[in-house]
T-cell receptor, first 111, second 112 residues
Framework: KQEVTQIPAALSVPEGENLVLNCSFT??????LQWFRQDPGKGLTSLLL?????REQTSGRLNASLDKSSGRSTLYIAASQPGDSATYLC??????????FGSGTKLNVKP | SQTIHQWPATLVQPVGSPLSLECTVE??????LYWYRQAAGRGLQLLFY??????ISSEVPQNLSASRPQDRQFILSSKKLLLSDSGFYLC???????????FGSGTRLTVV
């Protein structure tokens, strides 16, 4: 079974700081890895999808990397803003119809 | 463009009452559809998925069932709710293996 771990569970940083969120998984035989953002009481918003043949994806201030051999992915957020405050989830697609989710990193960006 | 709708947004139901949550997708055909539950303090748990009309795969044996009566409609049901059914229910769809998930806005269910 695929285990997905996200560290840290919570993170508080001052506005403007660059930060890295970590995601590790136990089985390197994956299809894709997807990063999501979840605001309190809301659904999940997709941020980035990294296909198994790719090593990274970028969108605006976000950059996600994937190292399948070591079972790791990182989400880099540049110049953080208070609006970035949310819970960030990574999900690993082990089989076509099965994504395994981490428990998330709750980010608080202080003004 | 494709959109996914879930309703209701919130629901408070007594123990033993029935449940019906609906999810519809617009702007695509033959999507793969998924029901997830997010319980307080726990991660997302896949409940059911469907690759076509009438085709339902169950991931977790429990008090819930799912149906797909139309191509873009996915329904989560229960005949008698338990307290443990409380949680945040999310519907998602996927166009293909390299497209990732798109989630709906979720339904907050509280069983009292």
């Amino acid at each position: 079974k695929q285990e997905v771990t996200q560290i840290p569970a919570a993170l508080s940083v001052p506005e403007g700081e660059n930060l890295v969120l970590n995601c590790s998984f136990t089985d390197s035989a994956i299809y894709n890895l997807q990063w999501f953002r979840q605001d309190p009481g809301k659904g999940l918003t997709s941020l980035l999808l990294i296909q198994s043949s790719q090593r990274e994806q970028t969108s605006g201030r976000l950059n996600a990397s994937l190292d399948k051999s070591s079972g790791r992915s990182t989400l880099y957020i540049a110049a953080s803003q208070p609006g970035d405050s949310a819970t960030y989830l990574c999900a690993v697609q082990r089989d076509f119809n099965k994504f395994y989710f981490g428990s998330g990193t709750k980010l608080n960006v202080k003004p | 463009s494709q959109t996914i709708h879930q309703w209701p947004a919130t629901l408070v139901q007594p123990v033993g009452s029935p449940l019906s949550l609906e999810c519809t997708v617009e702007g695509t055909s033959n999507p793969n559809l998924y029901w997830y539950r997010q319980a307080a303090g726990r991660g997302l748990q896949l409940l059911f998925y469907s690759v076509g009309i009438g085709q339902i795969s169950s991931e977790v044996p429990q008090n819930l069932s799912a149906s797909r009566p139309q191509d873009r409609q996915f329904i989560l049901s229960s005949k008698k709710l338990l307290l443990s059914d409380s949680g945040f229910y999310l519907c998602a769809w996927m166009a293909g293996p390299n497209y990732g998930y798109t989630f709906g806005s979720g339904t907050r269910l509280t069983v009292v």
